[in-house]
């Protein structure tokens, strides 16, 4: 989030609602003035490419713009509109969003663009049910039977949230805790779990429609649970592991 001075805002494109901040729909240089027509037939495999990388760029900083609550729960956002400021055309950005309603982020408005979910606090303490029934029995029997050694080697990426968390960076807070939890679980080798896992835990991030934006001071919470559940690991208590994972989940719907 940026401090102090002006902001650049986008304003909504069919009017109403809340501004967005120009951050929700940053994009790295190398994705810019991605144009695919009239190129060389030869070249079509590279452009095909460099169009997938181009719509994959911007579905992660739609991601983030959605994890930060720059993208606002309720409003509407037109894949021109968006384009224009990526400084692509409209197709990658509507394929980005296609993608975003598959998995329940937005839903398609015909002839207008995109609106973003409206969740509720209901939604999210039925996804922390589903993840905890899931994740706790598959954690509790890796806790029984992974090594001491294969848990140290998931320091990293624990430590990775208690940085993003140290910042209030909250998207990259979101990638690294879907990291961790994602390492955990491929621990047991099913990567079908992990995937339905990843899918469940990725809806939980986004915003609440009353409540857009985590507290730093949450996010931190968050972290130091994932430390203390790998220190636990570590040594093997499994009855701490099992009064730690309960009480993540536990916190994770509130």
Known sequence: M???GAREEVRPPYGGGAAVPASAIRVPEQARGEHTHGEDPHEAPRAQVRRHSVRG????ALRAALVDGEL???QVYSAPVLGARFGVSATP???AMQRLATEGAVEVVPNRGFRVAERGPRELAELAEVRALIEVPVMLRLARTVPPARWCAL???ADATVAAAAVGDRASYADADRAFHGAVLA?????SLVAVADDLHRRS???LVDNPVTRRAD????ASEHTALLDALIAQDVAVVQSLVREHFAGADG
């Open 187 to 191: 621990l047991a080798g099913n990567h």
């Open 205 to 207: 991030q986004w915003p």
């Open 155 to 157: 320091r990293p990426l």
């Open 72 to 74: 606002v729960p309720g």
């Open 219 to 222: 996010l931190l919470a968050d």
């Open 57 to 60: 760029q911007i579905l992660e």
């Open 2 to 4: 940026e401090q102090g």
């Open 93 to 95: 950005v509507r394929e």
